[in-house]
């Protein structure tokens, strides 16, 4: 495939994905409302597997691609961090706050690693930078004004942990890019699928046991499936993919589609609502992370810079 051809598919199957995370948060808050957040875990993890099981079958004919014992351990550290921890952060802050906030608060990414990365004091950060950060935190700040000044601990919480949340996600599509340009995308998420699922099974086996799956209708189920086996294992499949092609600083910014996209669907299904303060706050956080990483093009050349060290 010519390398244009290439890039052109990479940003479809890119915005097709985000397009369905933006839905997929109604559809979580719905489902973690009804059954408890462990036991959406334990059901999403029943089935990520077997999803990449059945991958596994159909492209390996079910021997495991070979890999080496370094290349081994990073899987599995990957499967830990994107799984049982950042994915299990998401569903519990999700939980607690809303699927607007959260859609929100996760698309923060871009700037959770600009200061993940001047943490590490891998680069330092550009005047645009540092302003876009500023108002980023201050769009935050806005939006969360109610929730503080109301001392709704528990959705302030929340989000706060859906932010710390969003920095482990940013860590974890830079640490896949190199491993999926050289092992693949499908090996990569057949192995990280496969070792994250073992700890959160574990732990949420007796919330999953426990659950009242009765409650769910059949449109629940059909649901449930849709977001494990489609938004959750082929989106991360495919974004990893499209990561690998177009880069991170290409691709990473169509997270910017999620609030948006996820709030039209939360005030429409679930009849969630956004006053003037809200939507103000959401503006300028998305126009700060949009600064911080396009003002001055330093924002591309950090996270390309992040995407070659990356081991």
């Not at 599509?173 to 959160?200: C, D, F, H, N, Q």
């Amino acid at each position: 495939m010519k390398a244009e051809r290439r890039d052109d598919l990479a940003l479809t199957v890119a915005l097709v994905a985000v397009i369905v995370w933006g839905f997929n948060f109604p559809i979580q808050k719905h489902l973690i409302d009804l059954v408890s957040p462990g036991a959406f875990l334990f059901a999403r993890y029943l089935i990520m597997p077997a999803c990449a099981l059945l991958l596994l079958m159909w492209r390996f004919g079910g021997r495991l691609p070979p890999v080496s014992r370094r290349d081994l351990l990073l899987l599995a550290w990957l499967g830990f961090i994107g799984h049982s921890i950042h994915v299990s952060m998401v569903i519990w802050g999700m939980h607690w706050s809303t699927a607007f906030s959260s859609s929100l608060i996760l698309a923060c990414g871009p700037i959770s690693t600009l200061i993940l990365l001047r943490a590490m004091g891998v680069e330092r950060l550009g005047r645009w930078q540092v302003v876009g950060v500023a108002i980023a935190c201050l769009g935050v700040l806005v939006f969360l004004s109610e929730k503080l000044l109301g001392a709704d601990w528990r959705a302030t919480g929340g989000d706060l942990f859906l932010l710390l949340a969003s920095s482990i996600f940013s860590y974890y599509t830079v640490m896949a890019k190199p491993l999926m340009e050289r092992l693949g995308a499908v090996p990569v998420m057949i192995y990280a699928t496969l070792t994250g699922s073992v700890p959160v099974l574990v732990l949420c086996l007796p919330l999953g046991l426990g659950a009242p799956w009765a409650v769910l209708t059949p449109f629940d189920w059909s649901l449930l499936v849709w977001t494990a086996a489609i938004s959750s294992f082929v989106g991360w499949l495919i974004w990893g993919w499209a990561n690998a092609v177009r880069g991170v600083a290409r691709t990473a910014p169509l997270q910017y589609l999620m609030p948006p996209i996820a709030g039209v669907v939360a005030w429409y299904f679930t009849g969630e609502r956004y006053d003037t303060i809200k939507v103000a706050g959401a503006a300028i956080t998305l126009a700060g992370v949009a600064v911080a990483q396009f003002a001055d093009g330093r924002g591309r050349a950090i996270a390309a810079n992040l995407e070659q060290r990356a081991p």
